[in-house]
């Protein structure tokens, strides 16, 4: 397996666009978690799915995040409109059922507002 | 609530010495899951090791052993024979096993390891 691959490695937009980041979790396991990292804020966790549901969204900032996982294999993260603030790296993880010690990272999408 | 604190903001430890990075945790469920992860400056996350609630023994995966004591809720890790390459950021995290935070994977704020040679 290639592990978890996010995409876009970097993204640079300007202030109001929309932008969306992609992740592929790995093959058989059943929970994805998208999160945030910021200097001032540290790891922060947005949303996780498991099973393709949302379980706990209470750490998206506000509605211009939204996430949805249509599939085992594929999420998204989606800011419309995007702000200077949602400057960050995101980050996507992929774990196994509960008890199951993998838990892997995929390399960060860093997005800058401009 | 689950709740990870890691009061070391930074630390720095000689090269081939032991370093002990603090974490502990709170959480009122009995069955949990405990991680640690490294972060270089290039920036991924690189899990290194993982304890059970329910394990007896401490985890250990090369040069990383997690001194877990359990009834002082902490899961310090310890890195044996410090290398340059040990310099870096490391985050202590907990996964809830049950109640309605079932499967969530919190961070602390993580600790700023420095070695000098």
């Known amino acids: 397996d290639a592990g978890v691959i996010q995409s876009p490695r970097h993204e640079v937009t300007e202030m109001g666009q929309e932008v969306t980041l992609r992740c592929k979790p790995i093959?058989?396991?059943?929970?994805l978690f998208w999160y945030r990292q910021t200097m001032m804020r540290g790891l922060e966790l947005l949303i996780y799915f498991n099973n393709n549901v949302p379980i706990d969204d209470s750490g998206m900032p506000e509605d211009r995040f939204s996430a949805k996982m249509p599939n085992a294999s594929f999420s998204t993260l989606k800011i419309q409109p995007s702000e200077p603030r949602d400057s960050a790296v995101y980050f996507c993880?992929?774990?196994?059922?509960?008890?199951?010690?993998?838990?892997?990272f995929g390399q960060g999408t860093r997005l800058t507002v401009v | 609530a689950q709740k990870i604190t890691q009061t070391q903001p930074g630390m720095f430890v000689q090269e081939k010495e032991a370093v002990t990075l603090d974490c502990t945790y709170d959480t009122s469920d009995p069955s949990y899951g405990l991680f640690w992860y490294k972060q270089p400056s290039s920036g991924e996350m690189i899990f290194l090791i993982y304890q059970g609630s329910y394990d007896q023994q401490n985890a250990t995966e090369g040069r990383y052993s997690l001194n877990f004591q359990k009834a002082r809720k902490s899961a310090n890790l310890v890195i044996s024979a410090s290398q340059l390459g040990d310099s870096a950021m490391y985050f202590c995290a907990m996964r809830d096993a049950g109640g309605t935070s079932y499967g969530k994977l919190t961070f602390g704020q993580g600790t700023i390891l420095t070695v000098h040679p």
């Open positions: 093959s058989g396991h059943d929970y």
């Open positions: 993880a992929s774990i196994g059922g509960v008890g199951n010690t993998e838990a892997f």
